[in-house]
């Protein structure tokens, strides 16, 4: 009796294990993509200084400022696209993960009334 009702509350609590394993791996993602972000973002501006440092006249500042925002846009850009994409299919997984879930309830209820209504 215990290890059936210790089976169904396993079996009752997966949705919610399959969730959380969901968010956790959306969450890991996106820190990644954070960390690289800032990582290439740190490196471009070092090397942006350098070259700035190297700049004998004002255009070649400037032309060289507009190739590096120009270049970080893009990056951003890239960044907020992978960003949406994995929320995007997290979003995906929990509503399979509810839906199925809420199937399965449906179908206990119906069973549970089936059982007591009168024949």
Not at 20 to 32: I, S
Not at 79 to 98: D, L, M, Q, R
Request: aromatic share 6%; net charge negative; glycine share 0%.
């Amino acid at each position: 009796m215990y290890e059936k009702f210790f089976e169904d509350m396993q079996g009752r609590m997966q949705p919610v294990l399959d969730l959380a394993e969901t968010n956790k791996k959306a969450m890991e993602k996106l820190a990644a993509l954070q960390k690289d972000t800032m990582t290439e973002v740190v490196n471009a501006s070092v090397e942006q200084f350098k070259e700035l440092a190297q700049c004998k006249d004002p255009q070649s500042a400037l032309d060289l400022q507009l190739k590096f925002y120009k270049s970080l846009e893009s990056q951003m850009s890239d960044t907020a696209e992978k960003s949406i994409a994995t929320i995007t299919e997290a979003n995906e997984a929990f509503v399979a993960v509810v839906e199925e879930s809420a199937k399965k309830a449906v179908a206990e209820v119906e069973d549970a009334v089936k059982q007591f209504s009168p024949k």
